[in-house]
């Protein structure tokens, strides 16, 4: 017995060593990937000497004789840091992901390859200006540099990822930095979802006239962009008060509607800043991730220091500033996609119906390999109006009539897109009059420009208009027969037609996304926009004060106030505050007092360490389900996010709105109050089964906490604990500082889309301006710099945005110098 237990002790012993001597193994293999930020490089492809000076926060200052080398260096750094991210997005782009995931990925290459927005890219390279070519070769040259270096010294792949996904790495190319341009337009643009929604929804409410205008309203008021002049709003201004179903998988690179594109940007002109120059804030928002999408570097070009925030991949500063200027994006929501129903000849199944009579589909095949299985060969099919797509993407099978197939137009899909072009020109211009002209070159994905200089500021809406004939039958607000001429694409407006605001009289601009420009169809710019409600805070926190500071503009970014809390709870639970009734101990109803006190005591904070935030959302998630399901069967799962205007539609009852409290199938009517008790009943119930029964000691921050995944790794057993990044966090769907609930799942209040980037730029003091990201520079999980960036920016915290060369050097975590091979 003894000798078994002895042998059974040896063979454990040898066991554990045999896993220590892997794990270690592993541990050195990946950590070869780790770059070394302070050494001297020889490459080929440089004219001159480079250095990148990697500041405290990791940020790299890159510094060169020529641009094309600052581009060569940015191309460098960027493979340095992130050159598994960027990898995984070109595949995306092309449609090769299975390659290295399998099946897990077949539809998402089969989906990209249909829209063909690699081959878009690839045509494209001839659209670019000479300056727009040099910077993208420059820049595939630096990437490539790193490649070779990786090959040459047996740097662990680059990244420990492409251990685990073996795969080889082609080199980059020009026209890679351009489709991941396209990659982003596709994760901002929700109108082909919409239109198939509102489809859908139509004909689920055949019956009741008037109903999908509850549910999808139009945006009230004529569009808020510039602010009028302070005095004017002096007498009714309010006293100032301080306050605080696509695939899971994370590589689905297709948004849902509500998730489509956000951010917010604001600028004030001197006449509103305390210290005498122009202010901007700029937060992008998008589906986070580990590493983030942004990362943060300082490019010193011919024309001056640029820095801000870029996306690993491509050669520009997107959001950041000069010394000269400041600019900042956010989603436009303009209607830049249409779906077209295309009838198919039913004598010759290879044609479609045009005005002009039947014409064969532009057919082609693609091959799709398969990781680990044979290949898939997909049909790809491609109208007048754009790629054919499967029925059973986006719903489109359920408003597809027969005999007919979908085809989209999109502005994205363009083989002239000088949009890369447009981001470069932002870099050298000196004035708002030549950022602005400078922009009159992007084509997609459209945004909301906002930009300044040292005394003026405007903003403007960038990005290729479609021009769309006013007899058009749907408006682009559904899919539409694609064989009439009154609903086909007619080009694109002039870059004069799209809105903007330059120096207006109150002196500052800003966009949350919300509706901008109030004109009728087909100059309307968009049936469908982003937000209703961030923009009522917003617009109370600027006109609270007449005087602005970087500091007021970093408060207001960071505001957490729900202005749709403080306007709906009132008025759905107007009639169950005070019932006059004290509830047993221990009773659902007593719970439901409690819960009321709570909520009226509370001054719509969503603070992530208060109960309230969570009992808010939690029963308006639960009010609008009773409110629809009835209705709409299972089309109520599209609405998982709380529709504030529909609310208040209902409990107002406009235009007869209130008929969504009567259940229909029940012989009883029961009314809004009764919906709205049941509602929190519900939600009580909820809470108590997913975060207890203790409401005092809830906290929002437990339900809302920031999920920074790994696209790859994030569901791996074991190793998702040291991929992922949890935070917990403020803020709400419909709060400035932006945190987007996932919706759906067993925890639907999850932060999943937010701001990855922060920037704060002040023209008095530039070098006193702010930025962040919400994780690290590297993406490489060993790293410290990994996710030491996160933790700032979870606590509302910033990093010195400076274009001082000595203030970099001077705590510089390392100086990579790359010299010309041979030199």
Same mark, same amino acid.
């Given at each position: 017995m003894g000798k078994a237990i002895r042998w059974l002790f040896r063979i454990a012993a040898a066991l554990v060593a045999l896993a220590a001597a892997a794990v270690a193994v592993v541990a050195y293999l990946a950590g070869r990937s780790l770059p070394d930020y302070d050494q001297t490089q020889a490459v080929a492809g440089l004219s001159a000497p480079v250095e990148i000076v990697r500041d405290t926060a990791n940020v790299p200052h890159i510094f060169g004789e020529a641009d094309a080398d600052v581009f060569f260096g940015l191309g460098y750094a960027h493979a340095q840091d992130r050159l598994w991210q960027m990898v995984v997005l070109r595949r995306t782009a092309q449609g090769r992901l299975s390659e290295i995931f399998g099946r897990r990925t077949l539809e998402i290459d089969t989906l990209m390859r249909r829209f063909g927005l690699y081959l878009a890219a690839q045509a494209s390279v001839a659209a670019q200006d000479d300056r727009t070519r040099a910077a993208l070769e420059a820049y595939a040259e630096g990437v490539n540099a790193r490649l070779a270096e990786i090959n040459a010294e047996s740097l662990g792949r680059g990244a420990p990822e492409f251990f685990i996904f073996d795969a080889a790495i082609a080199p980059w190319r020009p026209a890679d930095s351009l489709a991941l341009v396209k990659v982003m337009a596709l994760q901002l643009s929700g109108h082909l979802s919409a239109e198939v929604r509102r489809a859908r929804l139509s004909l689920a409410l055949e019956d009741r006239p008037g109903a999908v205008a509850d549910l999808l309203p139009e945006a009230p008021g004529p569009g808020v962009a510039a602010l009028p002049e302070y005095a004017d709003l002096l007498p009714e201004r309010p006293a100032p008060r301080r306050v605080a179903a696509a695939p899971d998988d994370p590589l689905w690179p297709v948004p849902r509607p509500e998730l489509a594109g956000a951010s917010n940007a604001w600028a004030a002109a001197p006449a509103r800043a305390a210290a005498g120059g122009t202010l901007l804030a700029n937060d992008p928002h998008?589906?986070?991730?580990?590493?983030?999408?942004?990362?943060?570097? /300082?490019?010193? *070009?011919? =024309?001056?220091?640029?820095? &801000?925030?870029?996306?690993?991949?491509?050669?520009?500063? %997107? +959001?950041?500033?000069?010394?000269?200027?400041?600019?900042?994006?956010?989603?436009?929501?303009?209607?830049?996609q249409d779906v077209f129903l295309?009838?198919?000849?039913?004598?010759?199944?290879?044609?479609?119906?045009?005005?002009?009579?039947?014409?064969?589909?532009?057919?082609?095949?693609?091959?799709?390999?398969?990781?680990?299985?044979?290949?898939?060969?997909?049909?790809?099919?491609?109208?007048?109006?754009?790629?054919?797509?499967?029925?059973? /993407?986006?719903? *489109?099978? =359920?408003?597809?009539?027969? &005999?007919?197939?979908?085809?989209?137009?999109?502005?994205? %899909? +363009?083989?002239?897109?000088?949009?890369?072009?447009?981001?470069?020109?932002?870099?050298?211009?000196?004035?708002v009059e030549e950022a602005l002209d400078a922009a009159a070159l992007y084509v997609a994905p459209s945004q909301m420009l906002t930009v300044v200089d040292g005394e003026r500021i405007a903003m403007k809406?960038?990005?290729?208009?479609?021009?769309?004939?006013?007899?058009?039958?749907?408006?682009?607000?559904?899919?539409?027969?694609?064989?009439?001429?009154?609903?086909r694409w007619q080009g694109t407006l002039p870059y004069a037609a799209n809105p903007g605001f330059t120096d207006p009289p109150g002196a500052i601009v800003g966009n949350t996304n919300n509706k901008v420009v109030d004109r009728p169809f087909p100059l309307h710019v968009s049936h469908r926009w982003g937000d209703t409600q961030r923009v009522e805070r917003w617009r109370r926190l600027m006109q609270g004060r007449e005087i602005h500071t970087r500091d007021s503009f970093v408060e207001a970014q960071l505001d957490t106030v729900s202005y749709t809390a403080r306007t709906l709870l009132p008025l759905v639970g107007a009639d169950l505050w005070y019932t006059?009734?004290?509830?047993?101990?221990?009773?659902?109803?007593?719970?439901?007092?409690?819960?009321l006190d709570l909520l009226a005591e509370w001054n719509g904070e969503m603070n992530e360490h208060r109960p309230e935030p969570l009992i808010y959302a939690a029963w308006m998630?639960?009010?609008?389900?009773?409110?629809?399901?009835?209705?709409?069967?299972?089309?109520?799962?599209?609405?998982?996010?709380?529709?504030?205007?529909?609310?208040?539609?209902?409990f107002r009852d406009v235009d007869g709105a209130g008929a969504w409290c009567d259940i229909r199938r029940s012989a009883a009517e029961e009314s809004c109050t009764?919906?709205?008790?049941?509602?929190?009943?519900?939600?009580?119930?909820?809470?108590?089964?997913?975060?207890?029964?203790?409401?005092?000691?809830?906290?929002?921050?437990?339900?809302?906490?920031?999920?920074?995944?790994?696209q790859a790794l994030g569901k791996v057993p074991l190793l998702r604990y040291f991929v992922n990044i949890r935070q917990s966090t403020s803020g709400g769907d419909n709060t400035l500082m932006r945190g987007r609930t996932a919706g759906e799942g067993p925890a639907p209040f999850r932060n999943v889309h937010a701001a990855g980037y922060r920037g704060v730029y002040d023209f008095a003091d530039p070098d006193s301006s702010l930025f962040v990201i919400s994780t690290g520079q590297s993406g490489h999980f060993l790293s410290r710099h990994y996710d030491d960036l996160g933790q700032l920016w979870r606590r509302g915290d910033y990093v010195r945005m400076s274009l001082d060369p000595?203030?970099?050097?001077?705590?510089?975590?390392?100086?990579?110098?790359?010299?010309?091979?041979?030199?």
């Amino acid at each position: 017995m003894g000798k078994a237990i002895r042998w059974l002790f040896r063979i454990a012993a040898a066991l554990v060593a045999l896993a220590a001597a892997a794990v270690a193994v592993v541990a050195y293999l990946a950590g070869r990937s780790l770059p070394d930020y302070d050494q001297t490089q020889a490459v080929a492809g440089l004219s001159a000497p480079v250095e990148i000076v990697r500041d405290t926060a990791n940020v790299p200052h890159i510094f060169g004789e020529a641009d094309a080398d600052v581009f060569f260096g940015l191309g460098y750094a960027h493979a340095q840091d992130r050159l598994w991210q960027m990898v995984v997005l070109r595949r995306t782009a092309q449609g090769r992901l299975s390659e290295i995931f399998g099946r897990r990925t077949l539809e998402i290459d089969t989906l990209m390859r249909r829209f063909g927005l690699y081959l878009a890219a690839q045509a494209s390279v001839a659209a670019q200006d000479d300056r727009t070519r040099a910077a993208l070769e420059a820049y595939a040259e630096g990437v490539n540099a790193r490649l070779a270096e990786i090959n040459a010294e047996s740097l662990g792949r680059g990244a420990p990822e492409f251990f685990i996904f073996d795969a080889a790495i082609a080199p980059w190319r020009p026209a890679d930095s351009l489709a991941l341009v396209k990659v982003m337009a596709l994760q901002l643009s929700g109108h082909l979802s919409a239109e198939v929604r509102r489809a859908r929804l139509s004909l689920a409410l055949e019956d009741r006239p008037g109903a999908v205008a509850d549910l999808l309203p139009e945006a009230p008021g004529p569009g808020v962009a510039a602010l009028p002049e302070y005095a004017d709003l002096l007498p009714e201004r309010p006293a100032p008060r301080r306050v605080a179903a696509a695939p899971d998988d994370p590589l689905w690179p297709v948004p849902r509607p509500e998730l489509a594109g956000a951010s917010n940007a604001w600028a004030a002109a001197p006449a509103r800043a305390a210290a005498g120059g122009t202010l901007l804030a700029n937060d992008p928002h998008l589906g986070l991730s580990a590493p983030a999408i942004w990362y943060l570097a /300082r490019l010193e *070009l011919s =024309a001056g220091g640029v820095i &801000g925030a870029t996306i690993p991949g491509i050669p520009a500063v %997107l +959001s950041g500033r000069s010394d000269r200027l400041g600019w900042g994006l956010t989603s436009s929501y303009l209607d830049d996609q249409d779906v077209f129903l295309e009838e198919v000849n039913p004598d010759a199944p290879g044609e479609y119906r045009t005005p002009d009579g039947w014409a064969p589909f532009e057919t082609r095949r693609s091959i799709v390999e398969i990781e680990g299985e044979a290949p898939v060969t997909v049909t790809l099919r491609r109208t007048e109006n754009g790629p054919v797509l499967p029925p059973g /993407r986006f719903g *489109l099978g =359920a408003v597809t009539p027969p &005999g007919h197939v979908a085809a989209v137009s999109w502005t994205a %899909l +363009s083989e002239e897109d000088t949009s890369l072009g447009a981001a470069i020109g932002l870099m050298y211009a000196d004035t708002v009059e030549e950022a602005l002209d400078a922009a009159a070159l992007y084509v997609a994905p459209s945004q909301m420009l906002t930009v300044v200089d040292g005394e003026r500021i405007a903003m403007k809406l960038i990005g290729a208009m479609p021009r769309r004939d006013a007899a058009h039958q749907t408006q682009g607000r559904m899919p539409a027969f694609g064989y009439r001429p009154e609903n086909r694409w007619q080009g694109t407006l002039p870059y004069a037609a799209n809105p903007g605001f330059t120096d207006p009289p109150g002196a500052i601009v800003g966009n949350t996304n919300n509706k901008v420009v109030d004109r009728p169809f087909p100059l309307h710019v968009s049936h469908r926009w982003g937000d209703t409600q961030r923009v009522e805070r917003w617009r109370r926190l600027m006109q609270g004060r007449e005087i602005h500071t970087r500091d007021s503009f970093v408060e207001a970014q960071l505001d957490t106030v729900s202005y749709t809390a403080r306007t709906l709870l009132p008025l759905v639970g107007a009639d169950l505050w005070y019932t006059g009734e004290a509830a047993p101990a221990g009773t659902p109803e007593r719970r439901r007092q409690r819960a009321l006190d709570l909520l009226a005591e509370w001054n719509g904070e969503m603070n992530e360490h208060r109960p309230e935030p969570l009992i808010y959302a939690a029963w308006m998630r639960a009010l609008q389900d009773r409110l629809i399901r009835d209705d709409l069967g299972p089309l109520a799962d599209d609405f998982t996010h709380l529709r504030p205007l529909f609310i208040e539609r209902v409990f107002r009852d406009v235009d007869g709105a209130g008929a969504w409290c009567d259940i229909r199938r029940s012989a009883a009517e029961e009314s809004c109050t009764d919906i709205a008790r049941l509602a929190l009943d519900d939600a009580l119930v909820w809470i108590a089964e997913t975060h207890g029964d203790d409401l005092e000691s809830l906290r929002w921050g437990d339900a809302h906490q920031a999920t920074h995944d790994h696209q790859a790794l994030g569901k791996v057993p074991l190793l998702r604990y040291f991929v992922n990044i949890r935070q917990s966090t403020s803020g709400g769907d419909n709060t400035l500082m932006r945190g987007r609930t996932a919706g759906e799942g067993p925890a639907p209040f999850r932060n999943v889309h937010a701001a990855g980037y922060r920037g704060v730029y002040d023209f008095a003091d530039p070098d006193s301006s702010l930025f962040v990201i919400s994780t690290g520079q590297s993406g490489h999980f060993l790293s410290r710099h990994y996710d030491d960036l996160g933790q700032l920016w979870r606590r509302g915290d910033y990093v010195r945005m400076s274009l001082d060369p000595e203030l970099a050097r001077a705590g510089a975590l390392g100086v990579t110098r790359l010299v010309p091979d041979g030199s």
